[in-house]
């Protein structure tokens, strides 16, 4: 049964994100109240989040931490290089649908192990053993893309393309979410977060 109508915007859903990050680029991000008796006991019954976010399970970028943000604001699915397979499909359209999360974010970064190695792939032609071959099978039409108009920094153009490639998937191709979008209830962006400084840019 979907949750009525976020009580923020998009717009305001993104700026609140964009603050927070200011604020741990900074160094004076507060920590969020998570652990206060009442705050537990309301999201006991029920979450509210503002934003999906979409990341790498990269130990580097802890969502919560770069944007400041408390236990029931971030529905997060994170996995190695940030792919959308089946369940973290499901688990966006759950955000948005159900949660009424007006905000999604795909977040990508510099340096990432997942999208290195599918361009080790692409340029080396590198095999991975186990699950983990599979698990970039869907960055390498990033790398594709951004070799075909370089090879100069490919790797870092590759973390663009893939965090474009996965918000374009998410506009145009996923009918739980065109609606929303469409009526200004939803707004999709891609980001990059800087490993040195501890800044996200965003795509918008």
Do not use: W
């Not at 994100?17 to 999201?43: C, V, Y």
């Not at 509210?48 to 990341?55: D, K, T």
């Amino acid at each position: 049964m979907p949750l009525p109508p976020s009580a923020i915007t998009p717009d305001e859903a993104l700026a609140l994100l964009k603050e927070g990050n200011k604020q741990f680029h900074e160094g004076t991000a507060m920590r969020p109240q998570q652990t206060s008796q009442e705050r537990r006991a309301a999201l006991a019954q029920e979450q509210r989040p503002f934003c999906v976010l979409v990341g790498c399970s990269d130990s580097r970028v802890s969502p919560e931490l770069l944007f400041g943000r408390g236990l029931g604001e971030l529905f997060i699915v994170r996995n190695a290089g940030n792919v959308v397979d089946l369940a973290a499909m499901g688990s966006i359209e759950y955000g948005v649908a159900v949660l009424g999360a007006p905000l999604v974010v795909v977040l990508g970064h510099e340096r990432c192990g997942a999208v290195q190695a599918a361009v080790n792939v692409v340029e080396n032609d590198a095999t991975y053993p186990g699950s983990i071959g599979q698990m970039i099978e869907p960055i390498i039409p990033a790398v594709l893309r951004a070799r075909r108009e370089g090879t100069d920094d490919l790797l870092d153009r590759s973390v663009r393309a893939n965090v474009a490639r996965i918000v374009t998937r998410l506009r145009d191709t996923e009918q739980m979410l065109i609606e929303p979008l469409r009526e200004g209830r939803l707004k999709i962006v891609g980001a990059r977060y800087d490993l040195d400084d501890g800044k996200v840019e965003f795509f918008e």
